[in-house]
C-alpha cells in the first residue's frame, strides 16, 4: 500500500473542504476500499473518513423513503 494523508473531519463543511483536494476518497465502513488499496487498484492521496461526522450517522424515515447515514455503523444497520 502507498502513503497516504488521513484525514477525521468533526462538521459536514469540514468533508467537503477536505473532499475538495485532487485525489480525495471518502472513506466509510462497509466500503471495499482498504483492500483495494492494498492489492493497488487505488491509490487515493487523501482518504476523508465520515465516521466522525454526527449528522452523517443513523437511519430515519424521510423525504419518501428510508435513509442510512454514510457513518452509520454496520450493527445499527443489521437490527
Do not use: D, W
Request: with cysteine.
Amino acid at each position: 500500500m502507498h502513503n497516504f494523508q488521513f484525514v477525521k473531519p468533526a462538521t459536514i463543511a469540514e468533508a467537503v473542504k477536505a473532499l475538495s483536494q485532487e485525489g480525495a476518497q471518502a472513506l466509510s465502513g462497509g466500503q471495499t476500499l482498504t483492500p483495494t488499496m492494498k492489492q493497488r487498484l487505488a491509490a487515493p492521496e487523501v482518504l476523508v473518513s465520515l465516521t466522525g461526522i454526527p449528522e452523517l450517522r443513523g437511519v430515519c424515515k424521510g423525504y419518501g423513503g428510508l435513509h442510512i447515514g454514510a457513518a452509520t455503523p454496520h450493527a445499527v444497520v443489521a437490527r
